[in-house]
Structures are given as C-alpha cells and as structure tokens.
C-alpha cells in the first residue's frame, strides 16, 4: 500500500522526489498490512513533513455495508486498459456491492490527463536536487579521476544508471531559469488541480476504485528502449500519489496468468477504510497467491 | 561635468546566536575541534532530513520586528542549488520568493533629521562550510595543492538582511552598518562580529547622474568582513565607475574583489558566468506560519532601540556624538552618570574612554567624576579599576584630595626646573610642547598626589619669568 503523505517518516529513505516519496508495507495479506502500518504510521520529530494518524483498526469481517464506493471512468474505461484486467477489476467491484457497498460512476478527468506529464516534471526537478549529493567525496562510490572534477564527473558517470541520468537532465531543465515558472510552477498548480479534482469526488464516495496498471506485468526489458510506454504503466497510480492520497493494491484475479491489482484510494489519512474493503474483498475473491503452474 | 551619485545596497549577513545548528542538532561551537560537531544532517548523508530551529525563526522575526517588516503569514523554505565542496547536499536551504519578513525600513538619525533606508527582505537559511585551501605556496585557492573543509560551520543559522538600494555613500553605509550590527547585539539574536566572521555584507554599487531616474548595472563586492573595507570598496568603485563612465565606457554587471593594497577593484566574474541556482520550494520542510500570538509576544520583548536612544541623547549632545555613544553600545554608562548629576558632555567622555563599571557603582563613580579635579590619578583610577568588578565605596576614593597647596609643590617644581635647564630653555624658545614633560616629573616625584590642574599653572607661571 501506499500510505496518505506524511502519515510515514521518510527518515533514513534515500530521496528520489521527496513531495512524492512515500515508504508503505507491503505484506501478504490486508490484515498484515495494516498492522505494519500502525507500527510504522505517525508523526517522527525528524521529518517535519510526517503527521499524527489515527488509531489504526484492524480489519475484520466482510460486510461493507454503507460503504460508497466510486469508479472513476477514465480509470475504468479508457483504451490501453487490457481486457482481462478490466473483467477482473468489474468481478471484484461485482463482489463488492455483493457485499454491501454502493457502487457509483465518478469522473476523474483532469487528473488522469495530467497526472503523468505533471509527475514527470516534479519526480525529475526534485531528483535532480537530491541526487547532486552524490558525488563520490563523503560515502559511496568512487572513481577516481586527475583532479577533483573529473573525479566528480566519472563518479557520476559510473554510478548513475540511464534512467537517473534523463531524470537528472529533465529536472535541470525543468528548473532552470526562464522555464520555471512553465514547467514546475505549472505542475505545482495542477498538482493543487488534481487534489481539489479528488476532494470534490470524495465528498460523494468513501473511496474510489480502479486497476492499479492497465496491463499486468511486462516482461523484464521488455520497454526499456521505448521509457514512454513504460511510463504508462504508471497512469493510473500517479494521479493520486501526485494529490498525496493513500492507496492499496489488492490482487483480484488473474489476466493471461498473471496477476491483476485492484487498487482502492481514499482521501488521506483514510487508510482504516482501505483496509476494511482491501480485507473483505481478499477474503471474498480467493484470489491464490501461488502461480497456476506451482500449484 | 556631470554631478555623480553612489547608489548603494547592502546584504547583510549575520550568524544567529543559537544553541545548535539551523537544521539539526548539532552544537554551535565556534573554535571547536574540526568536523566533530556534525551529524548525518549536516553532512547530507542519504535520508537524513532537515528540522527546522524555532529559535533562529523567532529570532528572525525579532530583527523582522524592529525593522518594521512585514512578518510573512506563510513563509517558505527554498532550496538554491549550486555544487560547491562546502555544500554537501549540493543546495542550501534559504528562503526565496516567501522569506520570513518582507518589506520595512531603518531609520538613521541624523543632524538634518532621520534617513530612511528601506529594507527589502530578510530571510534565514543556513551557512555553508568553511573551506580552507593548505600547500602550495600563496594559501590561497590559486596554486593550493589541496582544499580542507570543516563542517563545523556549515548548517550555522545565517540571517540575511537585505536593503533596498537607498544609500548614497560609504559614509552612510558604514552608519547603517553600524547601527544595524548594534541593533542586532541589543535583540541578543547575534555576536555579529566580522572578526570573528559572525557578520559579513555582500555590498552593490553602482552611480549614476544626480537626477538620473533608474540604476545602471551594479558591481557586488562578496563576503566583505570589514568596515573599513567596505567604506573604501565603495569609494573605489565610484572612482572607477565615474572614471569609466566619463571616458564613455558602459559596464556590466560584474563581481568584484576590493583589494586593499592596490585600493582598486578587480573583477572576479561576469554576469555571462551567473550561476543559476534553481530555486524551488524546500519539500522536506512545511511552511512557516508564525501564529499571530507569537509575532506579539516577540513584540512586546523588543527592547527601546538604538535608533530612538540617539535621538534623545542627540538633545543632550550632538547627533554625531550620540551616534558614535549609541552605535559602541556606550550610551547606558553615561545614561547612568547624567542621571546622577554629571553633565553629559563629561558622561559620554568617560563611558566612551574609561573602563565599564558595574551598574550598582553608577552613584559613587558619578561622585567620583564629579570630584575628578580635587583627586589624585591614582585615586581616580583606582575607583575605575575596582569598580568594573566588586561594589565600591566613593568615600574610600574621595578622601585622596591631590595636593594642590602651592606651598608643598613649589619647592617641587623648583627643583625640577633647577635639574633640567635645558628643557626650560626649550620652553622658553617658544617650544610650549615641553611643559607636558615637566608636568610629568611633577606627578613622577609626588607620587601622582599632585593635583595636574594647579601644577600647570604654577609651572606656566615659573617658567615665564
Ligand atoms: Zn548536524
């Protein structure tokens, strides 16, 4: 899961982009989950950024009765979204109302337009800030060079990978005088954008529901040549993890044998809502962890 | 010819006097062994993350304060990224478009009544680290065989103050200085001493025709941690601009160093090699709002400050003298003595020339003040050295009447005159200078009792005949 921002300290996390950055369980079951999560959760006077959460209530049961919950259909519907990972996500939200819960269309429009092209200008910007520390003089690689630049430059050379260093560029660039306000002062106004966009559809839903990526799992180096395609994977999740709201991915089924993610956000700190519809719907489905062929 | 104007702006920065650093706890200690006081923060080691220090934000809205700022509702931490050894995280965390106090204005008094001088912003942000280049043979960073840096310094809470181009000379700029600094000491945020590197001013300066609307490119001279320099930086960059505005050059904007052997600016670089420092909101610090409760409360703590004292004293003595009593930090010993009956003129004298005396001997040095003339030197000082440390007793000092019975002197001074032809020959010849020295062997062979006022005058009066 990904918590609400600010609900776990990032002390001790390495930085990537640390208006984004978020440290959250990952464990086998709901339940787990959220019991990590009361122990990791809550306010830590080394990060400024973390807040007090409330008391985490362990999920249990399967009734969702009264919950509401809203299926965004640009998150639901749109082309690029494999057949059999939207029959999977349709069957779980089936089991849901099954269970209770009141199902309603909502429309997340700008947000999922903007989302990606916004996360890609701030993740970069704030890489390209908290990457600079690496420099080879206090910790970590080194390379040595003739003078004190070039031992800078090979160090960076050698220890970044290809994706960091388009990111660093991108986030120069995106900083730099002349382009500010076009490129990361705009995305900051989308991001505020993409929040209110969220809170008004949270006024009328407990939680909003879609696949957590279009497709299920690509093969290794299979998009590496082509970082677009590969950024698209990330469609559905960046919209929220730009507003800073908590989601959970629970496994639903299974699409050309490979798992599918359901993913369920909330507004923030409404992880105890998460767990409970995360918890009853993984009771529900018997969704089996371990692959066809092992079985 | 053209008449010339300086236009001058400074950034002042000052260290503020906290108990550990701007963004972690480390322990400010100026002459500490190098590198023991840092800490995963300050060395920006991965996922170590910045606190900010709520004392250096209230001091920073205690100088806001009496500045007459506006104190910022929602103030914001910038990063301002640039790659330096003294930087480990490859930024310094500062305050960019939202600092904590915005706009206000220092008031200089003066003779012709009070001088404006806006100020435009002061922010916090934290000091880099401090850089010492060893081997080769200059020292200095051109032909050293290696740079060490000590971390000690970096993460220091640094105060920037930063003026709106409103001063017209170094004169004035060494008053605004001057009084800032004092300022600055009497809200007890700061030491503010540029030898000690606890203050230092980045100062602007361009000229242009008197009556000319706008400003002309400027010069910066950085890091200038001296008030002398200063005053004669400034001077030589209106030399050389005049100089080179009237030989029909333009100038860019440039940084320059002031160098003192040569009394010239050089340059250092030009605005093509500007850095761009990438400015963005700081995301691992929230926003500042100071609560209005607090901002008043900072408020009601200001004490009466410097600029107000020189304009009351300025009714007793002149503006200048006020000044200088006031900027030196002078001016409550001689508040004590002239409210103990010592003329001002007098008050200001000894609390500028004599040593410090403990509050609680005000009374008895007043006295003893008063009674200078009839006192022996021995007494008089005496009283100033015992005073700066225990409580004293004026009537111990007061019993030390100098001897000024003609009658017990003559006989002194005769001698004195009878062993020395020579010099009272001297005097004499009209070389009047020479009475000092007599006046000194009067005092050596009375063992100080003499009383100088009628010394003088019996010596004058023998000599003349
Ligand atoms: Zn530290």
Redesign the interface.
């Known amino acids: 899961m990904r918590p609400t921002y600010g609900t776990v300290s990032r002390y001790g996390v390495v930085a990537f982009a640390s208006s984004l950055d978020q440290v959250g369980p990952v464990a086998r079951t709901v339940r787990d989950c959220a019991f990590l999560y009361s122990v990791i959760s809550g306010k830590d006077p080394c990060d400024s950024t973390t807040v007090d959460v409330p008391p985490v209530e362990l999920p249990d049961g399967i009734d969702l009765k009264g919950v509401r919950i809203g299926v965004p259909k640009e998150m639901n519907e749109t082309e690029g979204i494999e057949p059999g990972v939207a029959a999977a996500v349709q069957a779980a939200l089936a089991k849901a109302e099954e269970l209770g819960a009141e199902l309603g269309e909502c429309s997340l429009p700008r947000s999922v337009e903007y989302g990606m092209p916004c996360y890609y200008l701030v993740a970069p910007a704030e890489a390209s800030s908290n990457l600079a520390r690496y420099d080879g003089v206090r910790y970590g690689l080194r390379v040595e060079g003739r003078d004190r630049l070039e031992m800078y430059e090979k160090t960076r050379d050698a220890g970044f990978g290809d994706e960091p260093k388009r990111r660093i560029m991108l986030g120069t660039y995106a900083l730099s005088a002349g382009y500010y306000e076009a490129y990361y002062g705009q995305a900051q106004k989308v991001r505020t954008l993409i929040k209110r966009e969220h809170d008004e559809v949270f006024e009328r839903f407990d939680l909003i529901a879609s696949p957590t990526s279009p497709t299920v799992a690509f093969a290794l180096g299979a998009k590496t040549a082509d970082p677009i395609a590969m950024y698209l994977s990330d469609v559905l999740t960046i919209p929220s993890c730009m507003a800073g709201l908590p989601g959970l991915n629970v496994p639903c089924g299974l699409s050309e044998g490979l798992p599918v993610g359901l993913q369920l956000i909330g507004p923030q700190r409404s992880e105890n809502v998460l767990f409970r519809v995360g918890h009853a719907l993984e009771q529900s489905l018997g969704f089996d962890p371990v692959p066809e062929r092992l079985r | 010819m053209a008449e010339w104007e300086a236009v001058v702006g400074l950034e002042v920065h000052v260290h503020l006097k906290t108990r550990t650093k701007m963004f972690c706890r480390c322990a400010l200690e100026y002459g500490a062994h190098e590198n023991t006081r840092t800490c995963p923060v300050c ?10 220090n709520a004392k250096a934000i209230e001091h920073t809205i205690k100088l806001g304060l009496a500045l007459e700022c506006e104190i910022a509702e929602h103030a914001v931490f910038a ?1 301002k ?1 640039y ?1 330096y ?1 003294d930087l ?4 310094q965390i500062s305050q960019y478009e939202k600092p904590l106090c915005g706009r206000g204005r220092f008031l200089l008094p003066t003779a012709g009544g009070d001088e404006e001088i806006g100020i435009e912003r002061a922010h916090l942000e934290e000091d880099a680290a401090k850089t010492v280049h060893a081997g080769g043979e200059t020292g200095r960073t051109i032909g050293a065989e290696y740079s060490l840096v000590d971390f000690n310094r970096g993460g220091t809470p640094l105060l920037e103050i930063v003026s709106r181009p409103d001063i017209r000379s170094a004169d004035q700029a060494l008053r605004y200085l001057r009084l800032l600094r004092q300022t600055i000491v009497e809200l007890g945020i700061s030491d503010a001493e540029m030898e000690k590197g606890t203050m230092r001013a980045d100062v602007n300066v361009s000229v242009r025709e008197r009556g000319e609307n706008g400003f002309r490119p400027r010069w910066e001279l950085k890091n200038m941690n001296s008030f002398t320099f200063i005053g004669r930086g400034i001077e030589a960059a209106v030399r050389q601009q005049v100089a080179a505005y009237e030989a029909g050059k333009t100038l860019e904007q440039s940084t320059y160093d002031y160098d003192p052997d040569l009394d010239r600016l050089t340059v250092h670089r030009s605005k093509e090699e500007a850095d ?1 420092y ?4 700081e ?4 926003p500042v709002d100071p609560p209005r409760e607090l901002v008043e409360r900072l408020r009601g703590e200001l004490p009466k400050l410097p600029a107000a004292r020189i304009r009351r004293i300025a009714k007793e003595l002149s503006v200048a003298a006020a000044d200088e009593l006031v900027s030196t930090g002078n001016d409550h010993k001689a508040q004590l003595l002239a409210e103990r009956g010592v003329d001002w003129q007098t008050a200001a004298n000894v609390a500028m020339n004599e040593p410090d005396f403990l509050d609680a001997n005000a009374a008895a040095i007043a006295a003893i003040v008063k009674a200078r003339d009839t006192l022996t030197r021995e007494a008089y000082d005496g009283a100033f050295a015992a005073a700066r440390s225990v409580s004293i007793d004026a009537a111990e000092y007061l019993a030390q009447i100098a001897v000024s019975d003609t009658g017990e002197l003559d006989p002194v001074i005769e001698s004195i005159l009878a062993a020395n032809p020579q010099q009272v020959e001297t005097y004499r010849g009209g070389k009047e200078g020479v009475l000092g020295f007599f006046v000194g062997q009067v005092m050596k062979e009375t063992g100080g009792k003499a009383d100088p006022k009628v010394v003088n005058e019996l010596l004058r009066e023998k000599l003349k005949a």
């Open positions: 060395l920006a080691f991965p996922g170590a993350l910045p606190v900010p990063r990224n790659f050894p480990p995280k490859g930024y761009d990438r400015y963005f909101p995301p691992d610090l929230v």
